[in-house]
């Protein structure tokens, strides 16, 4: 079974930083291509950044600079560094992970940036 957890959200105030962090099981992570996507109040939601197997990242222009997502195939984890926080980054953010079309989401951890 392929479990997708997340953790590492919270409340922080507007230019500070938050590193999020998600594990996975049951899935042969070091050939899957993970992302990290969030969802706003009353928004789709929308892809924030991804990583492939090799290692190739894609970010959304809303955080391009801001925002860095790095994984570790030893602990199958995922990762999102997320600086220079602003009130329009908050959301729900979800850990995605794709294999050869079989898509796994985990149950997303809030992230609140204050102004």
């Known amino acids: 079974q392929v479990q997708l957890v997340e953790s590492g959200g919270g409340l922080v105030q507007a230019g500070g930083s938050l590193r999020l962090s998600c594990a996975a099981s049951?899935?042969?992570?070091?050939?899957?291509?993970m992302g990290w996507y969030r969802q706003a109040p009353g928004k789709q939601r929308e892809l924030v950044a991804g990583?492939?197997?090799?290692?190739?990242?894609n970010y959304a222009d809303s955080v391009k600079g801001r925002f860095t997502i790095s994984r570790t195939n030893a602990n199958t984890r995922v990762y999102l560094q997320m600086n220079s926080l602003k009130p329009e980054d908050t959301a729900v953010y979800y850990c995605?992970?794709?294999?050869?079309?079989?898509?796994?989401w985990g149950q997303g951890t809030q992230v609140t940036v204050s102004s």
């Open positions: 049951g899935i042969i992570f070091s050939i899957s291509t």
């Open positions: 995605n992970a794709n294999l050869q079309g079989f898509v796994y």
């Open positions: 990583i492939t197997s090799g290692g190739a990242t």
